[in-house]
């Protein structure tokens, strides 16, 4: 009879003693995330809250804000200059999701057993990713030049005339997908190469016990237990590209005649803030584009139960 009024007085000891060190722990683990939670809140979160407000107010030519309601949302939705940038923006993120594919072949063919030289070649896909995009800008604008290009010049080789890529509204959109792709399929190589590397060895060799061929082993094996990884580099890859400017900017300058066709979300925003002086409509723009942002994340996020496998 005095056995369980002792053991519950044993344990309520134990919960007694075991609290105060669970209350230290917690306090070092929030010490530990507190700079991180810092500059969050000071690089992150306020910035966030400026710009909400922001959105808000019209800015005068001489400093100074005034409070004008949703003005500068109703000029965002009924722009027709916003449409189009999104439409352009869309079609740059189609166009950048086909690094991923590209960069999960060539990360395949490098983890081969015997192929020597890894190293060199993951180094100089690497490259164009750790480039200056200004540098890579100037060089693809000459490479895509109508009249001395090398593009055009090994096209005319097999007989097709010379064509201005950058400045026709047909094809700049997809020139400058086309540089997306070259300069990002390193960074995403790198990621899929690693998550090669992680999936066990056995499954490989049951499978060629079992007379699978490299094609079926990389379909049944490599691309299901690599979409974990597929699904990370998808979200990166698709923030990034709604976020494309820099690129652009280079490569369209200011005078070009497609500039309207080839135009991104966060080139109109520049535009907006820093040349015509619209701080008001740039920061609800911005704010619209935080939420697409989030919207296609969330539904990554909610798509990603169907098809991605974790072991």
């Avoid at 490259?127 to 009249?147: I, K, R």
């Avoid at 690599?226 to 990166?236: D, E, K, M, Q, W």
Wanted: proline letters at 4%; hydrophobic letters at 55%.
């Amino acid at each position: 009879m005095s056995v369980l009024p002792a053991t519950a007085a044993a344990r309520a000891r134990e919960r007694g003693a075991a609290a105060p060190a669970t209350s230290r722990g917690r306090r070092a683990a929030y010490l530990f995330i507190a700079p991180l939670g810092l500059g969050f809140a000071v690089f992150y979160f306020w910035p966030l809250l400026q710009t909400f407000y922001f959105s808000f107010t019209e800015f005068g030519a001489f400093g100074g804000h005034t409070f004008i309601g949703a003005d500068n949302y109703v000029r965002v939705v009924r722009d027709v200059t916003v449409w189009q940038a999104l439409g352009n923006t869309l079609i740059y993120s189609i166009v950048g999701l086909t690094a991923l594919p590209v960069a999960i072949v060539v990360a395949a063919l490098l983890n081969r057993r015997g192929l020597r030289g890894v190293a060199l070649y993951r180094a100089l896909y690497f490259v164009p990713f750790v480039t200056l995009p200004v540098a890579v800008g100037l060089v693809w604008n000459w490479l895509y030049n109508g009249d001395f290009g090398l593009v055009n010049e090994v096209l005319s080789r097999f007989g097709a005339d010379r064509h201005h890529w950058v400045s026709d509204p047909s094809t700049a959109v997809f020139a400058i997908g086309t540089v997306m792709v070259w300069s990002t399929t390193g960074y995403y190589l790198i990621i899929f190469m690693a998550g090669i590397k992680a999936i066990p060895r056995d499954y490989y060799e049951a499978a060629e016990i079992d007379g699978a061929g490299a094609l079926r082993r990389f379909f049944a094996i490599t691309l299901p237990l690599l979409s974990p990884t597929i699904f990370f580099a998808s979200v990166i890859c698709m923030i990034n590209s709604l976020q494309t400017f820099d690129l652009i900017y280079i490569m369209m300058g200011e005078k070009n005649p497609a500039i309207g066709d080839t135009q991104s979300v966060v080139g109109l925003f520049y535009k907006w803030a820093f040349v015509e002086n619209a701080q008001g409509a740039a920061a609800a723009l911005a704010f619209l584009l935080m939420l697409l942002i989030a919207a296609l994340t969330f539904l990554q996020f909610r798509l990603q139960k169907r098809w991605v496998h974790y072991a």
